[in-house]
């Protein structure tokens, strides 16, 4: 078997442009967004129908070496230039069916018998298992870290400390708060106090929905580093509903300044309206 597998690799090599060309024109026809990456692709092409041919001829563990760093480089790579899953991974049955061509021509050349065509197309089926295996990974995983990364600065900017006088800043905080948030303002807040050089700090809660002891825990966190820094730090908008909340579960907010609106929260510290008739 191993001279056919050798023979069938140099065949496979051999016509590795005409397959790659094949293969991007039917995925041009499928895709017509992938055609202003068609040089790219076809040469990618090239390259894993030569990989497919190489493959079929080395020995296990290297094999699988090979192609293992192949799909870190090109899953990467491919993922980088804004292709889909699911078009790369539907050129696998072109692959499939293209590479296989060539096994069944050459095969009939060479006057295999049912057994030895069976084990090289199972030989084949386990390569093209491991291609996609290895090229799936860095890409799913590329696109994950981009996910995160986008997740990252929306939630940086769902934390804006906003100055509004010397040595005064409020910081509103819209939405649910979850353990990840909690940290980004805790960051947030610490870092633009000291960048600020703060004495007063509100924390507005006007817009969070709902307040647990697990949101309460991670409030006090943040108001007992705010007073560590030599901050005064303040909570507003404690609506009638989160203060029954708070009551119902045993939540102490004793130790913490907290009024029912921000205009409240600004008052204690100095601040007035005054409204101008004209």
Known sequence: MSRNLQELSRKIIE????????????????????????????????????????????????????????GEETGT??????????????????YRVAIGEVIRDEGEKMNLSLREFYEIISHFDAIMNLVIYSFSLPFVRYHDEQMKKSQLALLELSVPVVPVAK????????????THRAKLLMEEALKRSAELRLNHFILDLS??????????????????ALRLLGVDAKLSGIRPEIAQTVVSLGIDFGKTDTFANLH???????????????
């Open 207 to 224: 817009g969070v929905p709902i307040i647990d002891t697990v949101v309460a825990q991670q409030i006090f966190q943040i108001i007992s």
């Open 77 to 94: 790579a491919c993922a980088m230039l804004g292709t889909t899953l699911d078009a790369m991974l539907n050129e696998v049955p072109q």
């Open 15 to 70: 016509k590795r442009h005409e397959l790659a060309e094949r293969i991007t024109k039917e995925q041009n026809e499928k895709y017509p967004q992938l055609v202003p990456l068609s040089e790219q692709l076809r040469d990618f092409r090239v390259n894993l129908v030569q990989l497919y041919g190489e493959a079929m001829a080395m020995d296990e563990e290297v094999r699988t070496a090979r192609l293992m760093e192949w």
């Open 264 to 278: 409240q929260a600004l008052a204690s510290i100095g601040f007035t309206y005054k409204q101008n008739n004209r």
């Open 167 to 178: 040595g005064v800043a409020v910081l509103p905080v819209v939405g649910s708060i979850d």
